[in-house]
């Protein structure tokens, strides 16, 4: 249910015909909120519960003298300490009248009752045309009658002639006193039925035998309230009638019970009861109140709704806000405002179309939706990759200046170590200050190229401003203490023919946390632009400036080092600034991609206020405008011809600012004015805003601007204005520090409080138009056209429509601009999307205003992602089914906001195919959703890393150029990714990921290896960093990343991961043979629990699908009786057989021994003919054992043997540099012509290809796979895990195995003992789409698993779909596999270790899931799976022991490239 449509509202538009009863106006507040609650809430009845619709009858009453008998006392009141009023019925018997007698006691001037009566029907007052003598009609609300004088009594006698009129209803006033008299504040109410009231005092006429008369509108809700405790059945018109009245006669006994009408409607409406004390004798209180019109009602009710956000109210709810929607306007009457003046107040703009137009399409209140158009999502595709080229223009070296030479010649002291370091700028010259370590000694050096007499006056200080004199025992020679300082003169000194002056200071061990100083050059005082210096300790320096060969590595470094030369200039206005950024765009074009990362990473720095703005230097707004707009047509350009740099461009542009030429910024300088003058606010802190505005504007007016009006509509609460300030970054100490400053704060008065928040509501468009990139309403306006409103607001502007736009797109963002603050978001988000999508299309051509389409992209852009953090709580108790739809949405706009997102979609296809799953109530929806989910993870890491590449080290670069603060540059790509969609995107994926393990039973862990353990617990970033560490005692890492082909470090008794390496990788295969805990944690809680216990003792009890672990003690270590307490240490005793090369180069399968070949050769030899036939084993040749050697002693190779021999020895002295080195020799080996011959041989032989016969470069590229076999023996991997188990290095040797390559439609491993669980009656198996290399590799991603009884072959049970990105592909061609004496040795495995090498590259293909048999085919699935079962379970049974088998499936045929014993 929506807004305020609902059951229970499906009349609301016939509303508009409904009246109100009249009242006095409220004497105090209590009596208008009472008169209020009893107003209508809502419709009279439902779409449920229809209402019989008698039309209204006018009933007659006259004054009577009183010559019937004895009627019946119904009340007394009380009206004050000597006045009662009493209350006769005479009930009237068929076809004759009702008199009601009233009598006031003790009266001393005039009373008249304010009176009319009460029809069940109606819900105001009816007003009978037989009335007393003397009767007034006062404004067609009410009568007016005067009481006759009897004595000191008052008396009055009514007629009610009409059966249907149920009660009168009245108030009494006293002209004389000018005092109203009411019942307990709310008005008295006669019933006349046949009923005894009795009552006295204040209480009045407090309980009722029969019937009374219950507002309909209450009525309506109780009946709706008990249609929906029986579970909102349907009813026919009768039931529905019973239903009604059942509903008024509960609602009766509450009344009879003593329950007040007042608190019934509270109970009912959930609104606050009116207090009863408030009473007011205030004669302009009395007058009667205005009828609010009911369209106005419904107005200021939809206006209600927009300011709530638009949310979804049930029927009771919309009633409630119906009713608070009258009392705000009826307070507005009460106030004087006449209905006139109230109408034109709220009908602004198109608000009353808005209404009819929802009421016209029985919408009452909901909210719209667009119809997103049916269309292939993969339109959208894009595959421009960011290609990292590092930079080729050879630039001449730089001259260093003399502070680099100094920061040089601190570095190359022995054990000096740069803790921090900041440049500063004044007056063209520099001064560096630099804190250093030397054996445990800490200094601070201050050295400049001002070379006139300079005194340095400084302090220490321990915490932030502070500023202490330092001790006397560390002040440098000839200083002169002060009372909070000191001063000491600068030095003079030389390097390289090149003068500075320097300080230095020995600091002693005060716990200091920095040095603020000024400079002192005769009677002038030198500051950091108004402000003192300042050198952090506590800001720890990592770079080096310009002084190594890796300094401004993987940047366009020359760039930088343009860009921090001309800083200075740049910092005087962001003028300035922008003019220097268009100057530079070419050199930044011409760099490719890192330079145009450079330019993005400056401005980003500018944008995020870690440079400066603004330095001695006035400027206009429209210069600052038009150089924005030079710079941004600058942009656009590349924009146009470099489609692969829109990413990084587009993110450059929303940094900018839009900017533009002519009056676009004069506005900002010229609507200040009309601001102030219209609110006479020309002084104060208005004032030094508008001298700032016009010479210096900024992105922080945008600010300031905001502030202002958030601290208007706060009723100015001046922390309001301090609060938005500082969240959006922008402290007392930044006002002051602009060249023209501000000082004060904003301080309106009351009355100007409209009109200022009307024209800073027009200004911030115009602040907005210039600065902000990202601003959705200007962007439109821009795209849309608009003209000049007056009132002196874009004053003359005209500004035509973008041409060429969709059809239907103007009312596309119209409805998005409609919907910007809704609490509903979805429908937004799709209109968002639904306005991405349709401009796609015109961003990828050239269409006139590229610019303005491109800002506009990045609004919806940004709108959607601010809109989606808000929409976090509507998701807090959704169901799955609304969750997976709000990260489809996010996807979708990731997709659209990236160059290379082919990855991203297929993610979408699959992900909206689990969607669809779910709400089939598919049984596999939440395992096939959880595959996705892990791939969508692994795209945004990519995407993380690809940024982290690509932008961070031209962040660090030009940082330590610019003195930039360190944490700035620490998080600089951390804060881009966070800003993204790709953040907002990971949040949800978080949020999710417990939902989707719940739903698939797939608990918190997967065990890989479960081994139960106890030990310390390490944190690591990577175990691919630490794999050749050895840790003195049992560890247990818990590392952050884990590829799949790294060893377990010695010592290593545990790893846990949140990555997901496949169950059969190299290192789940390593860990389960070392006897390791190895497991993937997929709670981030968990794992943020296991990160906090670093250094610490921890006992792991881990099953087969969980892991249970608790903190121990160093006693509970050393009593453990585990056999794993010692893991990683254990060597095993196990020794490699020296090959020879035994007098052939090549080989068929039929001469494959033990002597020639290892054991993957002599296995896959072993099948041929005895597997079953369905199944293929390719065929094999092979270079045998020592040919390598052989090889390199030939006399074609002495100069690379006599390399390789000198790197060898280099590695025999630990210099694990040389690897790399060795393998790079290797590739330079020349092939025998014997070897040639032999091999081509034996392939030709045995029916393979002959590589030659296609010509010498085939023949090349063949031997360049067979070198790089043989070079993988010097793998870091391999070496240092023969290394860890004491193997000769030297002793092993590397066969060669050629098979041709089957291109594979997809590639299995099977264990035919479950690896896990360690059940040999279960096979386990993982399958990939293409060739094995992404499932024996470190390519990330799971594969589809799955496991297979062997007495049930035909039915084999998925464990999990495939969450692979990529699958590789290869034409017809060769493949050169490793096949070493070192693998499969018992106890060691070394099978993995060494690289198989096809002759072609293989073709990386981005995989779509969705349209793979093997995942949407359940009998193809079921098929494929269950006969690579059956080929493992035929392989084990000929080698009588579980093994591990390699294949392929090849048009549903199944090959066996190789097998191994299981380890």
């Known amino acids: 249910m929506s807004g305020f449509s609902a059951a229970a509202s499906a009349a609301a538009a016939e509303r508009c015909a409904l009246a109100i009863r009249a009242r006095p106006a409220a004497a105090s507040p209590a009596t208008r909120q009472q008169a209020s609650l009893r107003r209508s809430a809502g419709p009279r009845r439902s779409s449920t519960f229809a209402a019989s619709r008698r039309g209204p009858v006018a009933p007659r009453a006259v004054a009577t003298p009183a010559d019937r008998a004895s009627p019946d006392l119904v009340g007394k009141f009380t009206l004050d300490s000597n006045s009662q009023l009493q209350v006769a019925v005479n009930p009237a018997s068929q076809g004759s009248v009702t008199e009601i007698d009233l009598e006031v006691t003790n009266t001393t001037g005039s009373l008249i009752l304010h009176w009319g009566a009460l029809c069940r029907d109606r819900r105001d007052w009816l007003l009978p045309s037989r009335r007393p003598d003397g009767t007034a009609v006062y404004k067609n609300r009410a009568l007016r009658t005067p009481f006759l004088k009897s004595g000191d009594n008052s008396t009055l006698r009514i007629e009610i002639d009409d ?144 300011k709530a956000g638009k949310p979804n109210y049930p029927p009771e709810k919309q009633l409630v806000e119906f009713e608070e929607a009258r009392k705000e306007l009826q307070a507005e009457v009460d106030k004087g405002m006449p209905i006139d003046q109230l109408r034109k107040k709220i009908l602004k703009g198109n608000i009353e179309s808005k209404v009819s137009k929802q009421l016209k399409n029985k919408k009452y209140f909901s909210v719209e939706r667009i119809q997103r158009k049916k269309r292939d999502i993969m339109q959208i595709l894009s595959k421009h990759k960011h290609t990292v080229i590092e930079e080729q223009v050879e630039v001449a070296p730089k001259q260093l200046t003399v502070l680099d030479l100094f920061t040089k010649s601190l570095q190359k002291k022995d054990g000096c170590e740069v803790l921090s370091k900041k440049l500063f700028k004044f007056g063209g010259k520099q001064i560096l200050a630099i804190s250093t370590q030397v054996l445990n000694k800490s200094k601070v050096y201050l050295a400049t190229n001002h070379m006139e007499p300079l005194i340095l006056h400084w302090s220490l200080a321990k915490k932030a401003g502070e500023w202490k004199a330092p001790p006397s025992n560390i002040l440098p020679s000839g200083s002169k203490l002060l009372d909070m300082a000191c001063e000491t003169e600068f030095t003079k000194s030389e390097l390289d023919g090149l003068h500075y002056q320097v300080v230095e200071i020995e600091l002693d061990d005060g716990g200091y946390k920095g040095l603020p100083f000024v400079l002192r050059s005769g009677e002038t005082w030198i500051k950091n632009n108004g402000s003192d210096f300042y050198l952090d300790f506590s800001t720890r320096d990592t770079r080096n400036i310009k002084d190594t060969g890796d300094a401004g590595k993987g940047t366009a470094k020359a760039l930088l080092e343009k860009i921090a030369d001309l800083e200075e200039d740049a910092q005087r206005s962001l003028m300035h600034r922008f003019n220097i950024a268009a100057d530079l765009v070419d050199q930044a074009r011409d760099a490719g991609l890192l330079g145009i990362v450079g330019i993005f990473v400056w401005i980003r720095f500018m944008a995020t206020r870690q440079l400066t703005w603004n330095k001695n230097y006035n400027v206009k707004p429209r210069e600052i405008s038009k150089a924005q707009d030079r710079f941004t047509d600058d942009l656009e350009n590349m924009y146009k011809a470099y489609p692969q740099y829109r990413e990084i461009l587009r993110m450059i542009m929303a940094a900018v600012g839009r900017g533009g030429e002519g009056d676009v910024g004069q506005r900002i300088r010229d609507e200040i004015l009309v601001i102030q003058r219209n609110n006479d606010c020309k002084g104060g802190m208005m004032e030094e805003w508008h001298q700032k505005l016009h010479n210096n504007t900024s992105p922080d007016d945008v600010v300031i601007c905001q502030a202002l009006i958030e601290y208007i509509k706060s009723d100015f609460d001046i922390s309001v204005y301090w609060d938005t300030l500082n969240k959006n970054g922008i402290t007392k100490e ?173 993610c979408l296809k699959g992900w909206n195919q689990a969607l669809e799953m779910a709400k089939q109530k598919d049984d596999q929806w939440a395992l096939f959703a959880k595959a996705f989910l892990d791939r969508i993870r692994l795209a945004l890491a990519s995407k993380g890393e690809q940024y982290h590449n690509m932008m961070q080290p031209s962040a660090e670069y030009l940082g330590s150029l610019l003195s930039v603060d360190q944490w700035a540059v620490n998080i600089f790509t951390e804060e881009i990714i966070r800003g993204g969609s790709a953040a907002t995107l990971s949040a949800l994926l978080n949020r999710f990921d417990p939902v989707l393990r719940n739903v698939a039973h797939l608990g918190s862990w997967q065990v890989i290896s479960p081994v139960e353990v106890s030990g310390y617990v390490v944190v690591v970033d990577e175990l691919l960093a630490v794999q ?384 793979d048999p093997l995942i949407v085919d359940h009998g193809f699935r079921n098929s494929i799976l269950s006969s690579i079962a059956r080929a493992g379970h035929a392989i084990e049974e000929l080698y009588g022991s579980p093994q591990d088998v390699e294949g392929v499936v090849k048009d549903g045929k199944i090959y066996v490239v190789q097998t191994r014993p299981q380890m």
């Not at 009245?245 to 606050?272: D, F, M, Q, W, Y």
């Not at 990828?844 to 709580?873: G, H, N």
């Not at 270590?1117 to 307490?1125: E, I, K, V, W």
């Open 163 to 306: 059966p249907a009129v149920q009660a009168i209803e009245f108030l009494i006033f006293d002209e004389t006193q000018n005092k109203w008299f009411k019942n307990n504040g709310q008005n008295f109410q006669i019933q006349l039925q046949s009923s005894r009231h009795h009552g006295s005092g204040a209480s009045g006429a407090s309980s009722s035998a029969t019937s009374v008369l219950v507002p309909e509108d209450l009525v309506q809700i109780q009946a709706y309230l008990r249609w929906e405790r029986k579970g909102k059945q349907s009813y026919t018109p009768e039931q529905e009638k019973e239903e009604y009245e059942a509903a008024r006669a509960e609602l009766i006994e509450e009344l009879n019970r003593g329950v007040s009408l007042e608190k019934l409607r509270a109970k009912l409406t959930k609104a606050p009861e009116a207090p009863e004390s408030l009473e007011s004798d205030s004669p302009a209180s009395q007058i009667t109140v205005d009828k609010i019109p009911e369209d106005l009602v419904q107005v200021q009710a939809y206006i209600r709704w927009e």
């Open 734 to 906: 930044r006002l002051l520090s602009y060249d023209r400053a501000i000082h004060s704060e904003p301080n309106f008065r009351s009355e100007q409080k409209e009109g200022l928040l009307h024209d800073l509501g027009n200004y911030m468009r115009s602040l907005k138009a210039v600065h902000s990139g990202a601003d959705l309403e200007s962007a439109i306006a821009t795209c849309m056209g608009y003209k000049s409103e007056g009132e002196g607001f874009m004053v003359g502007v005209q500004i035509n429509p973008v041409k060429g736009l969709p059809s239907g797109f103007p009312e596309l963002l119209e409805f998005v601009l409609d919907h910007v603050e809704d609490k509903s978001t979805e429908p937004l988000l799709e209109g968002l999307l639904e306005a991405r999508v349709e401009l796609r299309p015109l961003l990828l051509d050239s269409p006139e205003r590229m610019k303005d389409l491109i800002f506009l992209d990045i609004a919806l852009d940004s709108t959607f992602r601010t809109v989606i953090e808000r929409s976090y709580e509507e998701l807090n108790n959704a169901a799955p089914e609304k969750i997976m739809y709000f990260i489809s949405l996010v996807l979708e706009n990731l997709a659209l906001s990236i160059d290379d997102n082919e990855d991203i979609l297929y």
């Open 1028 to 1411: 050749n560490k050895s840790y003195d005692k049992p560890t247990i890492l818990v590392a952050k990343s884990v590829k799949g082909e790294e060893e377990i470090p010695d010592g290593v008794i545990g790893v846990i991961t949140p990555d997901m390496p496949d169950v059969l990788s190299h290192v789940s295969v390593r860990a389960r043979n070392s006897k390791v805990l190895f497991a993937t944690c997929f709670d981030h809680s968990t794992l943020s629990e296991l990160e906090g216990y670093h250094q610490k003792l921890l006992s792991f009890k881990p099953t087969s699908s969980d892991i249970t672990y608790r903190e121990i003690t160093e006693s509970e270590l050393q009593q453990s009786s585990s056999p794993n307490a010692e893991a990683g240490h254990a060597v095993p005793s196990i020794s490699l057989v020296n090959k020879k090369f035994l007098g052939k180069y090549a080989i068929s399968a039929e001469e494959f021994s033990e002597e020639m070949v290892g054991a993957k050769s002599r296995n896959i030899a072993y099948l041929n003919g005895k597997v079953p036939s369905w199944v293929g084993v390719p065929t094999s040749v092979a270079i045998p054992f020592g040919t390598f050697e052989k090889v390199l002693s030939d006399g074609l190779n002495k100069e690379v043997a006599q390399n390789i021999e000198k790197l060898k020895n280099r590695l025999a002295q630990e210099d694990f540099s040389a690897l790399g080195e060795i393998r790079k020799a290797v590739l330079n080996l020349a092939a025998p012509t014997q070897l040639v011959n032999e091999l081509k041989e034996k392939m030709l032989g045995s029916g393979m290809p002959w590589p030659g016969d296609e010509g010498d470069q085939r023949w090349e590229q063949a031997w360049m796979a067979i070198k790089k076999v043989w070079a993988s023996k010097w793998n870091e991997r391999a070496y240092f895990s023969t290394r860890k188990v004491k193997l000769d290095h030297d002793y092993l040797s590397m066969a060669v195995l050629v098979q041709e390559i089957v291109s594979a439609d997809y590639a299995f491993v099977i264990h035919t003992t479950n690896p896990s669980s360690g059940d040999s009656s279960e096979i386990y198996a993982e399958v990939v789409k293409g060739l094995g290399e992404t499932l024996v590799g470190a390519y990330p991603g799971r594969a589809m698993s799955f496991i297979c009884k062997k007495d049930d072959l035909d039915s084999p049970k998925l464990l999990g779909y495939p969450s692979k990105p990529i699958g590789l592909f290869i034409r017809r061609s060769i493949i050169f596999r490793s096949d070493s004496n070192g693998e499969d040795l018992e106890g060691y495995a070394g099978a993995g270790l060494y690289d198989s090498v096809p002759m072609d590259e293989e073709d990386e293909v981005v995989l779509d899931y969705t349209t």
